[in-house]
Each structure stands twice: as structure tokens, then as C-alpha cells.
């Protein structure tokens, strides 16, 4: 299949009417995924950012919508905010918990089978997102940071959404676990099969429904090929994907050395390598379209430049040509006063306003907004002017595009 078009949506969400408790500078919405709740509704989850700590994010709220314009910051539901002051696990004391992005998937209202009986999840379905602790005055994370990861429980009745239960744990079935998916969950038939990076390689876990939750009942072996880990990569590769093609299943990895890697499977559980490629160190997406069209989402650099956004269709054994989803401004380099972050893009296949639509929801900023880790020094001599980051820009935000393949 070949594109047939890209709909630009622009900017959904900017900044919360409401913002987390404990927040002291700018929040904006960055990074956001949809779920499809019943035949006319869906869900997005939205993430939020904070100026004034690297990478320090502050939580998720929720949208419940039957078109975009429904789509309101005042109408924002919290669903999972941080932690003032957690109980840290490993070392005494306490400390601030961020907390990242939420995936995971969800069983629609009214969905079925093949075999045509009613899911016996309908209605139901997880978020995982990762909770990271800060140092005191929450400026940094760094490698004695604790991770741990966050699961919400969630029902839908048609009318409203109840975030039934919300544990936190930092192991699994004898993994501990380090990080969860860049992608969606993927159900597949009546289990969900979700990656998450883990203290031995990626590891696929197995989600069912005992008629109350979802819950870990299995696994697949660990796989990882680049053994080479650094600060925020635990084992080397991390941020997988997962989606199911005609003749098995595929994760994506993005990795500590230049290079995206292809895993195949025949079961969903354990994977082998199939192909690597050359890409810039920056965040990489498989995707899926309704009609079985698989492409990757990335960026190609130069430096910190994150700008176009551009997608890869699978093509037998490669990524084929690139095509552009957004381009910011025609940047190409990260020398001038603006450096783009065009990135994280996302996709979701969807019934909305009563037809199939497959969305990419992904983040627009600038590199002089972002606030640099602790052992970031060289950066934020180079990218802030005053030793601050720059005020948020009237442009960035979450966005969403819509693709059209024929």
C-alpha cells in the first residue's frame, strides 16, 4: 500500500486549565494516545511536561470525545499525577516521583470475538506508565534514579470512565521492569501481549482478564541484540513496539547505538532478530494502518535537530522512501534560534463520527524550551541563552495528523 495523503490537524491540546498539584513552572500537553471506548466514544490520554526538571513529566489527563472539537483542556480528567513525596524502595528517604506517559490498550464496548461471543472483557482495559524518581530540588533524574511502573485498571459503562484500581510495582513474574512500550498494547484475542524493557532484554508479557482486572499470567524469553547499555537505556535497546501482520508479529527497538531493530515471532511472545537499521538516536514508532500498512515513525537528526517528522513503509525486508507527516518552519539543522522536537509520533486506527480513521498523535516543541538533565551541562550551555530554558512557545503542543493510505 502507498500513502494516499496526510491530513494535518495541528495542535489538539496546549496547556491544562488545571494544572498537577506540586507543579511550580509551565506545563504544556506533549505526548497523547487514543482508545477507542465504545462505537461513538473515545478516549485520549494526554501527557503532561514541566519546565524547570529534564524530562520532568508531570502526569496524564484524560478526554472523553465524539468528535475533535469535543476535545477541551476544561474538560480534562486527572488520571494519574506524581507523587510529592514517595517512599523510595531502595534507599531511605523520600523523593519526587515524575510520572511518564500512559499506554496500554482497551476492549471496546460491545467488542466480540472471532468466534462472535461478546469479549468478556468488554468495556475494560490498562494503562501502564512509568513513574521515575527526582532529585530534591526535581531538577534531574539520573542512574540511581528508582523506576517503577504504574498500572490503572479502567471501565467504561457507556457513559462514564472510573479508573477502578492503580497499583505500582517495579517487578514481574521475577523481571524487574525498567521501562513499557513506546507503542499500544496489543490485544489479541482474549490476552493483551505488551512489551516492556527489563532488567534482562525486552521481554513480551501476557495480560488476561480474571473477570475483575488485567493482570501479568505470562512471558516470553528476553531478547536483545546491543549489549551496551548507558544511563537511560537499562540494557541497551529500550521503547518497544508491537503489532500483528498477517504472518506473525513484529517488535521494534530503538537502540543506545544508532540503529532501529526488527524482532519477529510466530507466537507474540518470543522474538528473534529479522533486520536492523541505521537511525539518528531518537524515537522510533512502528505503526500499523487499518488496511494492514506498516510504517515507522522517526527523525533523521542532524545533532539535536528532531524535525521533520517522517514515516517508513515496511517494505518486505526494508523501510522504503521517507514521506513527511510535519515539518516545522523547513529546519534542517540545529544551529539556528529554533531546534524543533517534532517527535514520538504514534498511530491508532479508530471509528470516529461513524468511519474508520487511522490518527498519529505526536509532540511539537523546540530543543530551548526543554529543561536538561543534571549531567547535561554541554547542552544547556549551548541551547540556553540566560542558563534557562526559553519561554514555551505559542506553537507547541500535542498534535495529531491523519494518514490515508490506498
Known amino acids: 500500500m502507498t500513502l494516499k495523503r496526510v491530513i494535518p490537524h495541528g495542535r489538539i491540546l496546549s496547556r491544562p486549565t488545571r494544572r498537577p498539584r506540586g507543579t511550580k513552572h509551565s506545563v504544556g500537553y506533549e505526548l497523547g494516545k487514543c482508545f477507542q471506548l465504545d462505537r461513538d466514544h473515545v478516549l485520549l490520554v494526554a501527557s503532561m511536561d514541566e519546565q524547570g526538571g529534564g524530562d520532568l513529566c508531570v502526569g496524564n489527563d484524560g478526554f472523553i470525545f465524539r468528535n475533535l472539537g469535543e476535545i477541551d483542556p476544561t474538560r480534562a480528567i486527572p488520571l494519574n499525577w506524581p507523587d510529592e513525596d514517595y517512599p523510595l524502595k531502595h534507599s531511605p528517604g523520600r523523593a519526587f516521583l515524575a510520572k511518564y506517559p500512559l499506554t496500554g490498550t482497551f476492549v471496546s464496548l460491545g467488542a466480540r470475538l472471532s468466534d462472535g461471543r461478546t469479549h468478556p472483557a468488554a468495556g475494560t482495559g490498562i494503562l501502564v506508565g ?7 530540588d526535581r531538577s534531574s533524574a539520573g542512574s540511581g534514579s528508582e523506576i517503577v511502573m504504574e498500572f490503572l485498571q479502567l471501565r467504561w459503562n457507556g457513559h462514564s470512565l472510573e479508573v477502578t484500581e492503580k497499583n505500582r510495582t517495579d517487578q514481574a513474574l521475577g523481571f524487574r521492569l525498567c521501562g513499557t512500550s513506546l ?44 549489549h551496551r547499555p548507558d544511563w537511560i537505556f537499562p540494557t541497551g535497546e529500550m521503547e518497544p513496539s508491537i503489532l500483528r501482520t498477517g504472518d506473525g508479529f513484529l517488535v521494534y527497538t530503538r537502540g543506545a547505538d544508532p540503529k532501529g531493530r526488527v524482532y519477529r515471532s510466530d507466537d507474540g511472545l518470543n522474538f528473534r532478530l529479522w533486520f536492523e537499521r541505521d537511525n539518528h538516536t531518537v524515537p522510533q514508532a512502528l505503526n500499523q494502518a487499518s488496511d494492514g500498512t506498516v510504517y515507522l515513525t522517526t527523525n533523521t537528526g542532524p545533532g539535536m535537530l528532531r524535525n521533520p517528522l517522517l514515516g517508513y513503509s515496511l517494505e518486505g525486508d526494508r ?36 468511519r474508520p480513521r487511522h490518527f498519529l498523535w505526536y509532540r511539537v516543541c523546540d530543543l530551548r524550551e526543554r529543561t536538561f538533565h543534571g549531567h547535561q551541562a554541554g547542552l544547556q550551555t549551548e541551547f540556553h541563552k540566560s542558563g534557562g530554558p526559553a519561554t514555551r512557545s505559542e506553537s507547541g503542543g500535542l498534535y495529531l495528523a491523519e494518514l490515508e493510505f490506498k
Open 130 to 136: 512509568e513513574g521515575v524518581t527526582f532529585n530534591a
Open 183 to 226: 507503542s499500544y498494547f496489543l490485544l489479541c484475542g482474549e490476552h493483551i501481549l505488551a512489551p516492556f524493557v527489563t532488567d534482562r532484554g525486552i521481554v513480551v508479557f501476557q495480560f488476561s482478564f480474571d473477570g475483575r482486572r488485567w493482570q501479568i499470567t505470562g512471558h516470553g524469553d528476553p531478547f536483545v541484540t546491543h
Open 319 to 354: 523501510f522504503g522512501e521517507p514521506f513527511v507527516i510535519h515539518d516545522e518552519d523547513g529546519i534542517r539543522d540545529d544551529r539556528g534560534e529554533k531546534v524543533p522536537f517534532v517527535d514520538h509520533g504514534v498511530g491508532v486506527n479508530l471509528v470516529l463520527e461513524n
